[in-house]
């Protein structure tokens, strides 16, 4: 079935950039909507960013302005540059196509297939 395969994680201190990768197949990777999620130790996943087929981008109130979403359909991939990262930043962080027909951008369950995670870490 599909598969994602998270990239370009690592360690960076407070102030520095990452940029993420994913990709994809198992696809039409070009009609799909695609999310980042992260989970840091002793919290719940939650929502990062997303981008449409078309290239609309939807983010988390707390990586506004300091994280973008893109995706390049001809490479099936989808990134995501951080900048400004912050120790609160610090998580794994998981790539995931959204389910077609799906009710929204930002919950778990609108997204039905995820990579296995790429460790960010943010030192202060």
């Known amino acids: 079935q599909v598969q994602l395969v998270e990239s370009g994680g690592g360690l960076v201190q407070a102030g520095g950039s990452l940029r993420l990768s994913c990709a994809a197949s198992g696809r039409t990777f070009s009609l799909y909507a695609m999310g980042w999620f992260r989970q840091a130790p002793g919290k719940e996943r939650e929502f990062v960013a997303a981008?449409?087929?078309?290239?609309?981008?939807y983010y988390a109130d707390s990586v506004k302005g300091r994280f973008t979403i893109s995706r390049d359909n001809a490479k099936n991939t989808v990134y995501l540059q951080m900048n400004s990262l912050k120790p609160e930043d610090t998580a794994v962080y998981y790539c995931a196509s959204r389910k077609r027909g799906a009710s929204d951008y930002y919950t778990d369950s609108s997204y039905d297939y995820w990579g296995q995670g790429t460790q960010v870490t943010v030192s202060s």
């Open positions: 981008i449409s087929p078309s290239g609309g981008t």
